[in-house]
């Protein structure tokens, strides 16, 4: 009976949205062979695969057709370019003769860049977590030409080579229990063809197992689908006093949080994510209106905030920290922050950039207002110096998405290492701080190697180097601070922190000249784009008057790159379809937006907005706002209608990651709410609408602000832990938007208030006349100021 309902289903989608068969049946013995077309791509992640011998395939109409017409099973792989262990594969996998025969031969293989097709992405590691317990990657999956999932996985080892997968990709940053595990199925060639024997010889039990597995997928994926549809207009708004959702989930979700925290190493699990998200909501506790810590209580709000400050401090001085440089890496493999994976990536630099900001601005600025020599404003100009710098910053003025983990060591090598730009062993270290060799050069040399803990048979631990791949290398580390090896080499604080600074110098310089720069990923995507935009203008505005020259150029970036994504990927002519592109590499993508690119970017321009008082900013988010709520939202729709729910339409409220359209009806639409590496889509939107409908004076966009967080109850008030994100917004239902009202930039005390405070509840700056005229008694739930 259910395989019956979502066979049904299956029809009417079809019937919905007809897949174009090609212009003529071609007969299969004169089908032209499969060539390698990763070079038609806009992504240079697949385009870099353009050399490889295996005929990758791009997703499209055609592609699907002809797998259908054949009757192969699809081979897709997922993954990125900064990723080490997807440098592996296509180095020991995808460049091998022998693997890349069998795949063009048994299978079409599709390649997908996850940051191009985040869509699938999810499904698929939604799929992977379901039966493998873990995800990550890349992801290796075998489809049928349906793209029913058949089998899949993460990194499994080229013919003939042995790798290391514990603390790869594979860990899931929703539900890590401890190291992740490993495949045991052998490697790549070996599963291929596992695979390609189950289909040829039980097609017929591979498809029906798939078609099963697609169904319990879809029920594993329905986040934010089942709250009971409750009308729109005004029963939408009243929705808010109905639901269940209140301060206690805040109070619920900071108990968890707490039992999962580290009391030694600080963070959450192993292996440790920074978790943006989760560090945000922990230091807002504190900032958000008082009734929030009446209900938690004021200890647990202080032990929340103490938890975020011990975290962030363990990734400041952690080995995810590029001492020598900027930024920060993705994960640490281990529990004491020591041995991270290596790429860097420009979203996840951008949160951490607002969550030190939030530190320093809310914890350890002083009471005349901040400055540069208070804890963590030091990490703030770092990271957004890292940002605006000419790394990360194109010359056209938008952000790339990252910079690689494997690099070569020295000019002229011919295989790229991990890790090979940042890793330094105890010879090379001396050579480059030592210097002369005096006794006084000495002496800073054994402060140098104390202060970053560098020994001399390497600071990796060889339970997390099983193939001796870090032999003899030291990560970088803040082993003791200032005071502490002031205590041990009997130097005042003032020199040793001189010794430190004199080490660092040399070893960067060092470094950029010997080494080669990790490879960028260049496209410049729409949704990081945001995130950069919404840290830099935000950092801007609070260093007015403490640092005015970085101050502007802050701000004079993030102004750059949202007119250039204006410019180069917004059609604002565009009424009907999706107006915005995904992102640029060369030209535009073909790939439309996804709803996390509208979220994002909207949020960008509202902090914009409040920096700037430029009311163009807050236009464009408005207008990117309607957009985004007529391409991805599920509107809640009476009863009375006799709308029936689908999976593709559950008509409860809420925004689906991807449009209603699509090449296929496999490609499974999902609701984001769950905070993960980044915060959820719909946690962003939601604060959007409530910031939008003060601005604006729409009840509107404040009704919809309710229904997006409502869509959400049932998972809320189970896990409100996972949905913490979410929560800052319950928090604007009960107690209504933050809104300043200001004559203008004259009023610089106001102003400067609103920039110097942390991120807390949905807060908005109108300017008296001009943006949201007498908006007081407009919309409900308001605190004027």
């Known amino acids: 009976m259910l395989k019956g309902r979502f066979e049904q289903h299956q029809s009417a989608e079809h019937s919905s949205q007809p897949v174009q068969p090609p212009a003529e049946e071609t007969p299969q013995n004169t089908l032209p062979p499969l060539r390698n077309r990763a070079g038609e791509s806009d992504s240079p992640y697949v385009r870099r695969h353009a050399d490889t011998p295996v005929a990758w395939q791009l997703l499209d ?51 997908i860049d996850r940051e191009e097709r985040p869509d699938l992405d999810t499904i698929f590691q939604n799929y992977s977590e379901a039966v493998n317990a873990t995800g990550g990657w890349p992801l290796n999956l075998f489809l049928t030409p349906d793209l029913y999932p058949i089998f899949g996985g993460t990194y499994w080892p080229g013919p003939g080579t042995e790798h290391s997968t514990l603390g ?15 495949d045991s199925y052998g490697d790549f060639l070996a599963i291929a ?15 029906r197992e798939a078609f099963e597995m697609l169904h319990k997928l879809q029920d594993f994926a329905q986040e934010g689908t089942f709250s009971t549809p409750v009308g729109s207009g005004s029963a939408a708004s009243a929705a808010a006093d109905n639901s269940d959702l209140d301060l206690d989930q805040l109070d619920e979700a900071l108990t968890r949080i707490a039992k999962m925290f580290d009391p030694v190493y600080h963070g959450f699990g192993t292996p440790k994510f920074p978790n943006p998200a989760r560090l945000s909501f922990l230091l807002r506790l504190a900032k958000f209106p008082t009734e929030v810590s009446d209900v938690i209580g004021e200890r647990e709000v202080e032990n ?79 990271v957004a110096d890292y940002l605006t710098g000419p790394i990360i910053r194109t010359p056209q003025g938008g952000f790339v998405t990252s910079e690689a983990a494997d690099s070569y060591y020295r000019r002229g090598d011919k295989h790229m290492r991990e890790g090979a730009y940042y ?65 041990q080499f009997g130097m005042p604080q003032a020199e040793i922190r001189r010794v430190v600074d004199d080490a660092r110098a040399k070893l960067r310089a060092h470094r950029e000249k010997e080494r080669v720069r990790p490879e960028r990923d260049e496209k410049v995507v729409v949704s990081t784009n945001g995130m950069v935009i919404s840290a830099l203008a935000r950092t801007a ?24 994504i204006k410019e180069k990927l917004w059609d604002e002519k565009q ?21 996390d690119d509208y979220a994002f970017l909207i949020e960008g321009l509202l902090d914009l907005y409040t920096t700037t008082l430029d009311k163009k900013w807050a236009d464009w988010a408005k207008q990117l706002q309607d957009a985004q709520i007529r391409l991805f939202y599920d509107p809640i729709v009476p009863a009375t209608t006799g709308a029936q729910p689908s999976p593709r339409q559950a008509y409860s409220g809420g925004f689906y990651s991807n449009e209603l359209a699509a090449i296929s009806p496999t490609i499974l639409r999902l609701k984001s709410g769950m905070d993960k590496s980044q915060p959820s889509t719909n946690a962003v939107a939601a604060a959007n609408l409530f910031r939008l409908g003060a601005l604006f004076a729409s009840k509107e966009y404040t009704s919809l602000a309710r229904e997006t967080v409502n869509a959400f109850e049932a998972e809320v008030l189970q896990y409100p832990w996972l949905f913490v994100g979410l929560l ?11 809104v300043v009202k200001v004559k203008g930039k004259e009023d610089e005390a106001k102003l400067r208030r609103v920039w110097r405070a942390p991120r807390a509840e949905a807060c908005v700056v109108v300017v008296q006349g001009v943006d949201g005229e007498e908006l007081a008694g407009k919309v409900e739930g308001l605190r004027i100021e």
């Open 61 to 111: 109409e055609a592609t699907i057709e002809r797998a259908k017409e054949e009757n192969k099973p699809i081979f897709m792989h997922i993954g990125f370019l900064a990723d080490h262990f997807c440098h592996l594969t296509t180095q020991d996998s995808f460049s091998n003769p022998a693997v890349a025969e069998f795949l063009n031969q048994s299978f079409i293989p599709i390649l």
């Open 304 to 382: 929340g905030t103490a938890m975020a400050l011990k975290t962030l401090r363990r990734i400041r001085d952690g080995g995810l920290h590029d001492h020598l440089g900027a930024g920060f890496m993705r994960f640490s493999v281990t529990k004491n922050w020591g041995l991270p994976h290596f790429e860097k990536m420009v979203c996840e630099n951008a949160l951490l950039l607002g969550v030190f900001l939030d530190a320093w601005l809310g914890y350890t600025a002083g009471p005349k207002g901040p400055s540069l020599q208070d804890e963590f404003a030091d990490v703030v100009v770092e």
């Open 575 to 595: 009424t009907a379809g999706n107006p915005l592109r995904r992102f640029w590499y060369q030209r535009p993508s073909d790939t439309k937006a996804f709803a």
């Open 541 to 564: 505005a609070a260093l007015k008057g403490v640092d005015d020259e970085r101050a502007a150029r802050y701000l004079k970036a993030a102004e750059q790159a949202a007119s250039f």
């Open 193 to 207: 063809k596992k695979i390609h024997g189950f289909w040829v010889t039980q097609e017929e039990r591979c498809r």
């Open 728 to 738: 800052a917004s319950v928090v604007s239902m009960r107690l209504g938007v933050r």
């Open 168 to 182: 790869s990709d594979r860990a899931s940053e929703s539900a890590i229990a401890g190291e992740p595990g490993e």
């Open 423 to 487: 890793l330094w062993t105890r010879r090379e270290f001396d050579q480059v701080v030592g210097g002369s060799g005096t006794s006084s050069d000495d002496h800073a040399l054994a402060v140098a190697a104390a202060y970053w803990n560098v020994l001399e048979d390497g600071n990796v631990p060889q339970e997390n180097d099983p193939f001796d791949e870090f032999i003899n290398q030291n990560v970088l580390c803040v082993n003791r601070d200032v005071v502490e090896l002031s205590r």
